[in-house]
């Protein structure tokens, strides 16, 4: 059962435009959210993160938005670079289990010129 | 600043076997986390330490232990080796026990199961 899903396993972004990532989870306990990034040989590195007692957060090209309602958030990068190309992973951790994070399978980004 | 280190970088086992990973946290960090990530899949949370006492477990049977040392570097052995154990392990340290410090991640040692 999984309880955070990216259901869009690539993406393809002209370079310029903006990359929307997305992810579902279905567990109404997780309060705090986070987007990693991997590049190929390396681990992931974290990107940005959201409380739930928050809808969106902004750290420059980087913005990601939570709808608590719907069980979504979104990632979204503006413009979007070459070195942006990367695997993109969405988690979730809950204040009882904060130690322990579930992660998407992850979006792969590409970004074409 | 050193980052999180592993070591192997890559290995190759066989059915049956017991294998032990290494990772060295990041200066200052007192938790370590383990993660299995399976081809195609996201990284899998299997336990994590602080002070070297386990803090919270994922779904892994107990022939996945750890062990957290005093300087805060970090083992995970696996007993009795099978197929399916075949994948990319992670550690991730922090700086916190509850997780909503931003964990930083090694690259990673690749294990294959024979």
């Known amino acids: 059962d999984q309880q955070v899903k990216q259901n869009s396993p690539s993406l393809s972004v002209q370079e310029g435009r903006i990359s929307i990532l997305n992810c579902d989870y279905t567990n109404s306990m997780f309060d705090y959210f986070l987007w990693y990034k991997k590049y190929p040989a390396e681990g992931p590195t974290f990107l940005i993160s959201i409380s739930s007692i928050k809808d969106k957060n902004e750290d420059g090209r980087f913005t990601v938005f939570l709808n608590k309602s719907a069980k979504h958030l979104s990632l979204h990068i503006v413009p979007s670079q070459p070195g942006d190309s990367a695997v993109y992973f969405c988690?979730?951790?809950?204040?009882?289990?904060?130690?322990?994070?579930?992660f998407g399978s992850g979006t792969r980004l590409s970004i074409r010129p | 600043e050193t980052g999180v280190t592993q070591s192997p970088t890559h290995l190759i086992k066989t059915r049956g076997q017991q294998v032990t990973l290494r990772c060295s946290s990041q200066?200052?960090?007192?938790?370590v986390s383990w993660y299995q990530q399976a081809l195609g899949q996201g990284p899998q949370f299997i336990f994590q330490?602080?002070?070297?006492?386990?803090?919270g477990r994922g779904n892994f049977p107990p022939r996945f232990s750890g062990l957290q040392f005093p300087n805060y570097s970090s083992e995970l052995n696996v007993n009795a080796l099978e197929l399916d154990d075949s994948a990319l392990y992670l550690c991730?340290?922090?700086?916190?026990?509850?997780?909503?410090?931003?964990?930083?991640f090694g690259p990673g040692t690749r294990l294959l199961v024979l």
């Open positions: 330490y602080y002070r070297e006492e386990e803090n």
């Open positions: 988690a979730a951790s809950g204040y009882s289990s904060a130690s322990k994070i579930i």
């Open positions: 200066s200052g960090h007192n938790t």
């Open positions: 991730a340290s922090s700086a916190a026990d509850r997780g909503r410090e931003t964990q930083y």
